[in-house]
């Protein structure tokens, strides 16, 4: 789904990595492993458009990023493919309700209220979150935080799935959310925890690919 060709990454002309060479299929797992400041950020930032390479080609789907984020049709279609939760959720909750927090994207994409509301109650049965419906987000935990933010992205039924530090107390509804979607997709997960990366690598097996950002040299390699 994703392919770089040699891209390079820099902050103010401090350079992040360069020479990337790196293919995502869809149907994997892929763990971004490595400690702050290494690059797993700026690496998503770069997939995701929000930051430009300073050389190199980035393709999503055989296209150039670049004529995906060209016109205001081809980026809501880019965008309309990407689940992309944060590491602070704070940022990406904003309705009055749980229930209307989850149903915003689906709304957006001009479904019936017929539609949106079996795609909720869905989602909250999957995710075993039926009893946050009606509450306030910004009232929640930070580990209900987290799953009403997954929710509203996982509701949207995206191909790509980028999740930065997804893991507070959610690692069981976090497998089985994939597994019963019983579809191929991507998957990108952001973690800075060795114990959380091998339990991935475990439970994904082959489906699994480790990317790890190696500290000083900011070097990257993938297994």
Do not use: H
């Amino acid at each position: 789904m994703f392919q770089l060709n040699q891209v390079a990454c820099a902050y103010e002309q401090k350079k992040v990595f360069t020479g990337l060479d790196l293919e995502i299929r869809q149907g994997q797992y892929v763990m971004l492993m490595g400690e702050n400041g290494t690059g797993k950020s700026s690496l998503i930032s770069l997939l995701t458009g929000f930051k430009q390479a300073e050389s190199g080609r980035i393709l999503f789907l055989g296209k150039d990023l670049k004529e995906w984020l060209k016109d205001k049709r081809q980026k809501r279609d880019f965008y309309s493919r990407l689940g992309i939760l944060f590491q602070d959720v704070d940022s990406q909750l904003f309705n009055s309700t749980v229930y209307d927090e989850i149903a915003f994207g689906p709304r957006q994409l001009g479904l019936t209220e017929e539609e949106v509301s079996q795609r909720v109650q869905d989602t909250l049965s999957l995710l075993k979150i039926e009893d946050l419906r009606d509450r306030v987000p910004y009232q929640l935990s930070g580990g209900e935080k987290k799953k009403v933010a997954f929710a509203s992205i996982m509701v949207t039924n995206p191909d790509v799935y980028i999740l930065d530090e997804p893991f507070n107390n959610f690692l069981g509804n976090f497998y089985m959310s994939f597994i019963q979607l019983g579809k191929p997709l991507l998957c990108l997960l952001i973690t800075s925890s060795t114990f959380i990366m091998k339990r991935l690598m475990f439970f994904f097996l082959k489906m699994a690919k480790l990317i790890s950002f190696l500290p000083r040299k900011c070097s990257i390699t993938s297994k």
